[in-house]
């Protein structure tokens, strides 16, 4: 089990490591987006991000499947029950982590496609033209912006700063669908996987929460019990007196409710076991 628990460390360690590449992919979107014509080092570091993740996931998508495939020969060789289940388990837990962030870095790249179209739109209308949603897709599917650029004449600053920004948007939104198609095709296996395991996946946790709260419980009632046993041991034990000689045996109360020694009835014949202080031995036992 120890080669596959670090076999696990590594999965997680990559998974996190691609979480902080989509971190870094949104800021140079951010970054893309703010400015009409982005510096070329700040699209050349988001390609180079992209093709990181993309080779990242690639590795930890085949580690995956390995362990997956690994499962049938587990149950038929000797590998124990609680192993297998262990080894399960944590490979439907990194799967879904691993679903999770690549579905976080799909939601970055959608959003930057809307955001870059809207921008297109946007430079369009300055040069004159007004088109719809529709007619924007219909642009980017056809993979050339000249479809709406061609009768727009470049008469202006204004108008030529607006067909360049219009050509740079497009240019970064065929790389960007790119990227999707790949990514949708490596991961539609995993998500479902992930979602069929959801279920389990979602017991175990409850269950550790569930173990979570019986301990803090337990620490609780332990607090409670410590607090009683201090209390019980502050009572002062009374001495016995020569002359208190009857044989009456009687249980000494422990700490009432309010945290005080308890007294009670009994009290009135505790003092012929010699158990209370000499001051409450009656007068006629003490001449």
């Not at 360690?13 to 970054?31: G, L, R």
């Not at 009409?36 to 930890?60: V, Y």
């Not at 620490?219 to 009572?235: D, G, N, Q, V, W």
Request: aromatic fraction near 6%.
């Amino acid at each position: 089990m120890d080669d596959f628990f670090h076999q696990v460390e590594e999965i997680r360690t990559s998974i996190a490591k691609i979480a902080q590449y989509v971190e870094e992919v949104k800021k140079n979107h951010s970054i893309i987006l703010s400015a009409p014509n982005p510096e070329g080092k700040t699209k050349e570091d988001l390609e180079d991000l992209n093709k990181e993740i993309k080779k990242t996931a690639s590795k930890i998508r085949a580690k995956l499947k390995s362990i997956e495939q690994s499962f049938d020969q587990d149950e038929s060789g000797d590998r124990t029950s609680v192993d297998l289940r262990i080894r399960r388990t944590q490979h439907s837990v990194l799967s879904r982590k691993f679903v999770e962030v690549m579905t976080e870095y799909n939601e970055a790249q959608t959003l930057f496609r809307e955001r870059s179209k809207g921008r297109i739109q946007r430079q369009l209308e300055i040069t004159g033209r007004t088109t719809t949603d529709e007619e924007l897709e219909e642009m980017l599917e056809s993979g050339s912006p000249s479809v709406f650029t061609a009768d727009i004449i470049s008469d202006s600053q204004i108008t030529r700063q607006a067909l360049n920004e219009i050509e740079s948007r497009h240019k970064d939104i065929m790389k960007l669908e790119t990227s999707i198609r790949e990514l949708h095709e490596m991961f539609t296996d995993m998500a479902m996987f992930v979602e069929t395991q959801g279920e389990m996946i979602n017991n175990i946790e409850k269950n550790v929460m569930n173990a979570t709260d019986y301990v803090e419980h337990a620490k609780e009632e332990t607090k409670k019990a410590i607090k009683y046993h201090s209390k019980a041991r502050r009572c002062k034990p009374g001495f016995i007196h020569p002359l208190a000689t009857s044989r009456t045996f009687e249980r000494i109360p422990g700490p009432s409710q309010d945290g005080q020694c308890g007294h009670g009835v009994a009290r009135t014949r505790l003092w012929t076991l010699g158990v209370i202080p000499l001051g409450d031995i009656p007068a006629s036992l003490t001449r």
